[in-house]
Nanobody, 115 residues
Framework: QVQLVESGGGLVQPGGSLRLSCARSGSISSIYVMGWYRQAPGKQRELVASITSFGSTSYLDSVKGRFTISRDSAKNTVYLQMNSLKPEDTAVYYC?????????WGQGTQVTVSS
């Protein structure tokens, strides 16, 4: 059974930084896509950033140049470095993995950007 556990959320002032971590347990295939999604109150969940098993990355337009997704394969962990945070980045951030038609979500971690 695959499990994803996020950490690193919290309260930060506008312009600040946070790094989210997503630790995976359980085996997955060698070909996968891992991503960070977020959901703000009253809004739909949206894909913020993703990284494939080949190392290709993609980003939501509004976070390009501010957020960076990366991975440490030895630790089965994916990170989301978030810089220059804005109040509109406030949301619950979820880690997700998809492979061979299977899909798993983490429990989410709250990020609040406020002065």
């Amino acid at each position: 059974q695959v499990q994803l556990v996020e950490s690193g959320g919290g309260l930060v002032q506008p312009g600040g930084s946070l790094r989210l971590s997503c630790a995976r347990s359980g085996s997955i295939s060698s070909i996968y896509v891992m991503g960070w999604y977020r959901q703000a109150p009253g809004k739909q969940r949206e894909l913020v950033a993703s990284i494939t098993s080949f190392g290709s990355t993609s980003y939501l337009d509004s976070v390009k140049g501010r957020f960076t997704i990366s991975r440490d394969s030895a630790k089965n962990t994916v990170y989301l470095q978030m810089n220059s945070l804005k109040p509109e980045d406030t949301a619950v951030y979820y880690c997700h993995v998809a492979y061979r038609g299977q899909s798993y979500w983490g429990q989410g971690t709250q990020v609040t950007v406020s002065s």
